[in-house]
């Protein structure tokens, strides 16, 4: 970084669609991050990208990754576009924050992260769910033995997709581009919790279709799970359940489970002293979930991008590493991948 510390971390979007929204909302919320521009796909794009956000919006991304007042790039560009423009930033001497998932192939992702250390940048990925106190409180706890021996790691994600999701957009749907359906664009961030909580995962055996759905990806997919330390496991994903339900992760040991439902932790017991039930249920336990994601694209906060776009600014001042850093991504990409590879061989797979 250019400027003193006291500067504002200056930062350009790639990419201006739906989530570029949630980027922008989170670095005007930042102290110490402004927005200085985006990157658009072409000029007609740009122009109207730069009306709707109110900075400059250029359509070529190496006159953005030039500009001196840019130390950071929030690439928010479809899946397949991430690793090229992860690495032409890093080159560049920019940050990268890039959307989820990290890339669409474990040697793309080794190449953003390789590039990253090279240009001595920051490399975090927009996992934003472990930015959440509850769920944080959630890790400390398993990682501190308080639930006892991991014996079950589960993740549900009942999710709906019409056709016109998919029509908006040629990339959507796409091998190519989106890399994968229900599991790779909208589980993923479900399979980073349940690694987050359960481990590494050491083999798969899965089963996909497109049941509701004219695209290439799947949009019903289930899968087992065997864990590194012998827990077992279980992913099931559809974007075919109308009207949309909230997802669910729950993970259970010897000595307590938790259950969380949509952007809450619903129920949290643990064995008290004899044997008996113990609650630790947060505030927001009583509140019944509504579907949020599960049923649209835009049913999310944008409180977990302003978090992650915060812990950014402060890993660049303090040169620490950011919260979720490309190796993290990497973790649920590969297991994704590893899904995937079972569910077309009719065989189990480890992940790489």
Known sequence: MSRGTDSPLGFAIIGTGMIARYHAQAIAETPGARLVTLCASGPEQAAAAAARFGVPCDSDLNAVLQRPDVDAVCICTPSGLHAQQAIAAARAGKHVLVEKPIALSLADADAMIAAAREAGVLLAVALQRRTDPDFIAVRQAIAAGELGRMVLGTISVPYVRPQSY???????????????????NQGVHLVDLLLWYMGEVE??????????????????????LRFA??????????????????HRVEVYGTQGGVQIEGEAVVRWDQAGEGGAAESRRPATAATPQAAGAGASPTGISAVGHTRLVTDLVEAVRTGRAPLVPGEEGRRSLATVLAVYESARTGRPARPG
């Open 229 to 246: 330390n012998g827990a077992l496991g279980s992913i099931v994903a559809t974007t075919a359940a109308a009207p949309g339900f909230p």
């Open 203 to 224: 083999e798969v055996f899965a089963r996909f279709d497109t049941l509701a759905h004219e695209i290439e990806v799947e949009d019903c997919l289930a899968a087992t």
């Open 166 to 184: 998919y029509d908006s957009a040629a990339w959507r749907g796409t091998w190519a581009l989106d890399g994968g359906g229900a599991l790779m």
